[in-house]
């Protein structure tokens, strides 16, 4: 069973931490503070160097398709791998751009648009209880629902409608969401909340049990054949909520702030240290420790891949969620064999329950989820 993407207004990439608000590009921020000594060639004005600087930034691409930004795209989205001191510098040796091209870059493309936020992303499902929800909901009311959860919940992500492809067990449940909730609340009472407030008439929670393939790379999987994967299965990540100290809350709120374009800087984390109060080697090695626990996801950026470019140019054409049928006991191989193929942006475990047949969820060009046969497994995947 494979479904289609209709609309994506509020939208988390990859499956990991998200605050269910879409923040709107930061286009007036101040520019970055890459050292540049220099005076643009044929300006006669004696402008200071912020004000130069500005001038030069906004004549740069900005689009995801000039090469050199596509070369660090490549990188910047999906392969900086937990967490890392100097994050531009490894897109920059990485990439092979130099590093200060590489962060004018990154800070243009994000006050343009293309990048909709930069950041170190967080594996929430083992910070909160948070599921993947199917919605069914009257046709007369759909439009609404999307909308009430899009503005409205801010417990609620990645609200998606969806269409299939043949009309299939589960093929009426059209809009679907992720949904966070903090410790000591109840998924399923703030969904029957939910239900209520938008006239669903039933819906299913589906909650992760384990992770094969969480990323994005949309530039790089443009030039990906058909058949590619990796010499080996996805190893998979069971889900496991954490607890955190009090001094690990600090250091992890400040880390997983969204960048503004002025933050696109060499040692990105020494303001964040200052904002957790803490000294930067201290910053270091908690962010350290985090990343041993499997907290930690990547750091990355996320380009704008559901709606067109200010120049009308878009990332993808096709997104899909597809649904994979598992037989008993073979769930882990199966999310191993489904997960190693590169085209793949997510693939998890997750029981999908009687309203689809109890069959194993899926994947496909964007992400992917994994039950088994008369239960569910689910994956995602996107295609140029």
Known sequence: MMSDTLRQMKECPDGVEEDGFDHEVERNAQCSTVNVQRRLPGCSLDLDKRARWSLFTCMLPVEHNDPINAKILAISEDKIEGFVREPFEEIARRSGVDVDVVMVRIAAMLRAGTIRRVRQTLLATNLADGALVAWKVPPDKIDNAFDWMFQRDPFSGHVVLRSTDAVTAGSDYKLWTTLKVPHGFSLRQHAELLAKKVGAEHFRIMPAKGIFTLGVGHVRRKTIEPGNKANEPARMIPVQIVDLSEAEWKVLLALKREFRSDEIQATPWTAR???????????????????????????????EHVKPSAGGVRVTRFNALFHWAVPPDREI??????????????CYWREAGPEFKNV?????????????????????????
């Open 360 to 384: 194993s969820f899926g994947a496909g060009g964007a992400k992917s989820n994994l039950p088994r046969f008369r239960r569910s497994f689910i994956a995602n995947g996107c295609a140029k």
């Open 333 to 346: 191989e199966a999310g191993g064999e489904v997960g190693r193929h590169h085209i793949l942006t997510h």
């Open 273 to 303: 240290a200052n904002e957790a109060g803490v000294p930067l080697e201290e910053f270091y090695r908690v962010a350290g420790e985090l990343n041993a626990r499997k907290i930690i996801g990547r750091f990355s950026t996320f380009l």
